[in-house]
């Protein structure tokens, strides 16, 4: 069985400051995929990064950070210098490393950026 | 590359008819789809696994004659709530399996479906 944990279900924070979303999972394949998703209030989902659970490098892209520590079966998401537009809910997934199979999400993270 | 499109964006129908949703992978042949279901300020519920040319693998707890699943061709798969109630008023995205390196997965911009 798989499961994702997004302890935080709500963040505020004000424009400019730095803010850390967390996600833990389980799984027992030794092959898997993490992904972080963005649902801004239209709705769609916005592809924000995929891991292979054999890639721990972090990754960043712009003002966007992801720290995957397969020690502690998390992959951590930051934003620095954060914006208004960052406003969404935010989703971390697993997949395992088979084909046809299904994303298992975590609860979402709804991040609020004041200006 | 690697786009879905799911029809419609959303969908207002009366207590006890069918909508049908569609979604397309557009420049890719998609052999398996999924359907999830999400309600306000919740996650994203996996309904349904569609594969094409064969049955649908439905979720446990999930209704398969009120949701009916079509996966008829590459590039198609449809769902159908048959008889529709208020309590399934909900936002349901489907999504297809691409190889892509760098996406795995490409959703649908969703249907927001309210029953009256």
């Known amino acids: 069985a798989q499961k994702v944990t997004q302890a935080q279900t709500e963040i505020s924070v004000v424009e400019k400051e730095d803010v850390t979303l967390d996600c833990v999972y389980e799984?027992?394949?030794?092959?898997?995929?993490l992904f972080w998703y963005k649902q801004p209030p239209s709705g769609e989902l916005v592809f924000l990064i995929r891991r292979n659970s054999f890639d721990e490098q972090n990754e960043i892209s712009g003002r966007y950070s992801w720290n995957f520590q397969k020690s502690t079966s998390s992959f951590n998401f930051t934003i620095t210098a954060s914006q208004v537009v960052d406003s969404a809910v935010y989703f971390c997934a697993l997949s395992p490393n088979n084909a046809g199979n299904m994303l298992t999400f975590g609860g979402g993270t709804r991040l609020m950026v004041k200006p | 590359g690697a786009v879905v499109s799911q029809h419609p964006s959303w969908v207002i129908c009366k207590s006890g008819t069918s909508v049908k949703i569609e979604c397309r992978s557009l420049d890719f042949q998609a052999t398996t789809m999924f359907w999830y279901r999400q309600f306000p300020k919740q996650s994203l519920m996996l309904m349904a696994t569609?594969?094409?040319?064969?049955?649908?693998?439905?979720e446990q707890g999930v209704e398969k004659d009120k949701f009916l699943i079509n996966h008829a061709s590459l590039t198609l798969s449809t769902l159908t709530v048959t008889s529709a109630h208020p309590e399934d008023s909900s936002f349901y995205i489907c999504?297809?399996?691409?190889?892509?390196?760098?996406?795995?997965?490409?959703f649908g911009s969703g249907t927001r479906l309210t029953v009256v």
């Open positions: 999504s297809a399996r691409n190889q892509g390196p760098r996406y795995g997965y490409t």
């Open positions: 569609s594969n094409e040319g064969s049955k649908a693998t439905y």
């Open positions: 799984t027992r394949d030794t092959t898997y995929y």
